[in-house]
């Protein structure tokens, strides 16, 4: 009796103790919520909890304005035709496959581009995008702002200084020309029409915006150049929004990262300075590339007195 006993009593154990699935969760999600489909001539989408950090698929839309304000998992975007698409924050892909003649503008750790032609992308993305036969694409950096936009960044293991937008990786090159393009820098912001999603805070201009506009390491401005590094410390965040906030225009924003470096990044890029070496690698950092005439005298006089970070570079480069 004692072994049947002991029996019964492993098979409970295991019962309650096996993994839930799913398909079998009593609050499991209604997938028709995370889909829109065969849309066209519609401004629609989703608000703040309504997306939760699940699966989304946008496909079959014509003509429409759709706005995601609310963060993800990964968000896919098939056979959209002329159709505005913002995605916000996506912890993993944004995949956009066989669309033509749209504007996208999307929060992502990846983005990947299929069988696409002629659309525009405003991208804040971890990662070099990457397209594969895909023709006439064009792509800017992303300025956005709405109430819950730093909550839905932080939730999806984003920063507002990873952005590598204008590093375009095509799996597809042309022979004679490229199949994509850099948008000039006074290419004019999404427009957000007067409804639900204007109410909620949706901007896309850069004044105001919670992401930095870069102008990319490609773009050549006259003037000075210099690093500014912020090392460590609780609100090294914040610190750095409020230094790009500061810029006003004035200068330029070339690029940023934020993150810890390794051994063989920062000995090159601190001369081997073991103090710095030591705080970049053992700790965050956030790295901006700054141009523009007197950039250097300009970051240094706001660099005095700063609180917030343990140490602050800048350096002409």
Same mark, same amino acid.
């Given at each position: 009796?004692?072994?049947?006993?002991?029996?019964?009593?492993?098979?409970?154990?295991?019962?309650?103790?096996?993994?839930?699935?799913?398909?079998?969760?009593?609050?499991?999600?209604?997938?028709?919520?995370?889909? *829109?489909?065969?849309?066209?001539?519609?401004?629609?989408?989703?608000?703040?909890?309504? *997306?939760?950090?699940?699966?989304?698929?946008?496909?079959?839309?014509?003509?429409?304005?759709?706005?995601?304000?609310?963060?993800?998992?990964?968000?896919? *975007?098939?056979?959209?035709?002329?159709?505005?698409?913002? +995605?916000?924050?996506?912890?993993?892909?944004?995949?956009?496959?066989?669309?033509?003649?749209?504007?996208?503008? @999307?929060? @992502?750790?990846?983005?990947?581009?299929?069988?696409?032609?002629?659309?525009?992308?405003?991208?804040?993305?971890?990662?070099?995008?990457?397209?594969?036969?895909?023709?006439?694409?064009?792509?800017?950096?992303?300025?956005?702002?709405?109430?819950?936009?730093?909550?839905?960044?932080?939730?999806?293991?984003?920063? +507002?200084?990873?952005?590598?937008?204008?590093?375009?990786?095509?799996?597809?090159?042309?022979?004679?020309?490229?199949?994509? *393009?850099?948008?000039?820098?006074?290419?004019?912001?999404?427009?957000?029409?007067?409804?639900?999603?204007?109410?909620?805070?949706?901007?896309?201009?850069?004044?105001?915006?919670?992401?930095?506009?870069?102008?990319?390491?490609?773009?050549?401005?006259?003037?000075?150049?210099?690093?500014? +590094?912020?090392?460590?410390?609780?609100?090294?965040?914040?610190?750095?929004?409020?230094?790009?906030?500061?810029?006003?225009?004035?200068?330029?924003?070339?690029?940023?990262?934020?993150?810890?470096?390794?051994?063989?990044?920062?000995?090159?890029?601190?001369?081997?300075?073991?103090?710095?070496?030591?705080?970049?690698?053992?700790?965050? @950092?956030?790295?901006?590339?700054?141009?523009?005439?007197?950039?250097?005298?300009?970051?240094?006089?706001?660099?005095?007195?700063?609180?917030?970070?343990?140490?602050?570079?800048?350096?002409?480069?």
């Amino acid at each position: 009796m004692g072994c049947l006993h002991s029996t019964t009593q492993r098979e409970t154990d295991k019962e309650q103790t096996r993994p839930i699935y799913s398909w079998e969760r009593e609050d499991r999600p209604d997938p028709a919520n995370y889909i *829109i489909s065969g849309k066209q001539g519609e401004v629609l989408g989703r608000l703040q909890g309504e *997306i939760g950090g699940e699966q989304f698929l946008i496909r079959d839309c014509k003509q429409c304005t759709i706005f995601l304000l609310d963060r993800s998992a990964a968000v896919t *975007i098939d056979d959209c035709v002329n159709c505005t698409i913002f +995605v916000g924050p996506c912890k993993g892909s944004v995949y956009l496959r066989d669309c033509k003649d749209c504007l996208c503008a @999307c929060i @992502c750790q990846q983005f990947r581009v299929r069988g696409c032609r002629h659309c525009e992308c405003f991208l804040h993305c971890a990662t070099q995008p990457v397209i594969e036969s895909s023709f006439v694409m064009a792509f800017g950096c992303l300025c956005c702002q709405y109430p819950q936009l730093k909550e839905h960044i932080d939730a999806s293991g984003l920063s +507002v200084f990873n952005n590598q937008w204008s590093i375009i990786h095509d799996f597809t090159r042309a022979l004679e020309d490229t199949n994509w *393009i850099l948008l000039p820098q006074n290419t004019p912001p999404m427009q957000v029409p007067s409804g639900r999603f204007r109410e909620a805070g949706l901007s896309f201009t850069r004044e105001g915006s919670l992401l930095p506009y870069t102008i990319g390491p490609r773009q050549r401005v006259p003037g000075e150049r210099c690093l500014v +590094v912020l090392f460590n410390g609780d609100d090294i965040t914040a610190v750095g929004t409020q230094f790009v906030q500061s810029l006003g225009g004035k200068i330029s924003l070339v690029q940023t990262k934020q993150g810890s470096l390794s051994q063989h990044e920062a000995e090159p890029l601190f001369h081997n300075d073991p103090k710095l070496v030591s705080l970049a690698t053992q700790g965050c @950092c956030v790295i901006m590339e700054v141009c523009g005439r007197g950039c250097v005298d300009l970051c240094r006089e706001w660099s005095v007195g700063m609180e917030g970070v343990t140490d602050v570079l800048v350096e002409r480069t």
